[in-house]
Each structure stands twice: as C-alpha cells, then as structure tokens.
T-cell receptor, first 113, second 115 residues
Framework: QKEVEQNSGPLSVPEGAIASLNCTYSDRVSQSFFWYRQYSGKSPELIMSIYSNGDKEDGRFTAQLNKASQYVSLLIRDSQPSDSATYLCAVNNDSNSGYALNFGKGTSLLVTP | DTAVSQTPKYLVTQMGNDKSIKCEQNLGHDTMYWYKQDSKKFLKIMFSYNNKELIINETVPNRFSPKSPDKAHLNLHINSLELGDSAVYFC??????????????FGPGTRLTVL
C-alpha cells in the first residue's frame, strides 16, 4: 500500500508568520509531488508541483523535496487569513496505476489575524 | 473558460436508484479521473481513463462504471445506490505519460447524498 502521510492539524499561525506543512511518502519510485489547497466546500486547487530535489519557489510559496528522506514540504511566507484551508499533499503513481495521485489526508491551516 | 466541469453539483436520491454524473474537460488532456472524497475529507482515486484504457481501483464496487464517449468526457454511472456512496465525487484531468509531469486539475465536485 502506497502511503502519503500528513499531520492533520489544525496548524494555527498568526498573520504574517511562516506556515510549514510537511508530508512523507512510502513509495521510493515516486517522481512527481504536488500540493493542493482545498477550501471548505470547494475542489482541490493545484498550488505547487515539484519533481527534483531541492526548493522551488512561487510567490509566497516554497516547496521542498528530499527524495532520499521521502519527504516533501510546503512553506507559506507572510501567511494571510485567506490562506486558511486544508492543504493536500499528493504523490504521482506510474502508468500501471493509471497515473492516479495518492493523496494524504490533508493538513488544516488556520491563519489568525 | 478552459476548465473541468461536472454536472450536477448536487445530487440527492433514494437508496437503490441508479444515477449518473457527467464530466467534461476542454484542456485538451489525454487522461481523466474520478476521485471520491468521503466524510473525513480523504480523497481517493476510483478510476483513471487514458487513451481508451481504463484503470480501476480494486476497492471500487462494480456498481460504479465509468463511460467515456470521447477524450473530453468521462461520465460516472452508479447502480443500486447505497447509503455509503454518499460523498463528494471529483472529476479531474491531466496530460499524463512519460513526457508529462501529470499536473491534475479538478472539477467543482458533485455532492451525492443517498437517503
């Protein structure tokens, strides 16, 4: 069973702080990693994708990947109340699994004003 | 607008009925998916459909059947609905395969309630 693990939270951070979200995965052959944001009652929205070890920055978001440790994280700088949502970590499967994504159970983030 | 769309947004029905959910994508993607999100918000793959090849998650009951009339559409038909089928169903699409990173984009979801 290919597992994707996330701390369910809630993670509470004050406005303007850095929010750090973590994810571990069990399948060593995974190649693609994604972070989705899901507001209550809405669909998952892709916010970051990362494929190589190291950091990838996009605006206030930085994704970090360490394949040796099977670990991927998302940093949100200057957190805003509008960032309050559930963040889903997803890991790609190969063609044998129809390219489906394995999702973690999500981390709930609350940014307090 | 380029997007993944689903209809209906809400579906309330009685146990034992048969229902369908429709999905369309105009992103030109070659692979479409159905995911189920349960009451605990866990998102799990049900089916993926790529170039007429269907990959089924082995845990999905055979009461669920996807139908794809063309690359842009993947509908979900459910027979003999049960209480436990109540969930939010999301359609997604991507450009999958070796040359692609398989970024998946989701439709708005269909909230199914079985009474």
């Amino acid at each position: 069973q290919k597992e994707v693990e996330q701390n369910s939270g809630p993670l509470s951070v004050p406005e303007g702080a850095i929010a750090s979200l973590n994810c571990t995965y069990s399948d060593r052959v995974s190649q693609s990693f994604f972070w989705y944001r899901q507001y209550s009652g809405k669909s998952p929205e892709l916010i970051m994708s990362i494929y190589s070890n190291g950091d990838k920055e996009d605006g206030r978001f930085t994704a970090q990947l360490n394949k040796a440790s099977q670990y991927v994280s998302l940093l949100i700088r200057d957190s805003q109340p509008s960032d309050s949502a559930t963040y889903l970590c997803a890991v790609n499967n190969d063609s044998n699994s129809g390219y489906a994504l394995n999702f973690g159970k999500g981390t709930s983030l609350l940014v307090t004003p | 607008d380029t997007a993944v769309s689903q209809t209906p947004k809400y579906l309330v029905t009685q146990m034992g009925n048969d229902k369908s959910i429709k999905c369309e994508q105009n992103l030109g993607h070659d692979t479409m998916y159905w995911y189920k999100q349960d009451s605990k918000k866990f998102l799990k793959i049900m089916f993926s459909y790529n170039n007429k090849e269907l990959i089924i998650n082995e845990t999905v009951p055979n009461r669920f059947s996807p139908k794809s009339p063309d690359k842009a559409h993947l509908n979900l038909h459910i027979n003999s609905l049960e209480l436990g089928d109540s969930a939010v169903y999301f359609c997604a699409s991507s450009q999958a395969g070796r040359s692609s990173y398989n970024e998946q984009f989701f439709g708005p979801g269909t909230r199914l309630t079985v009474l």
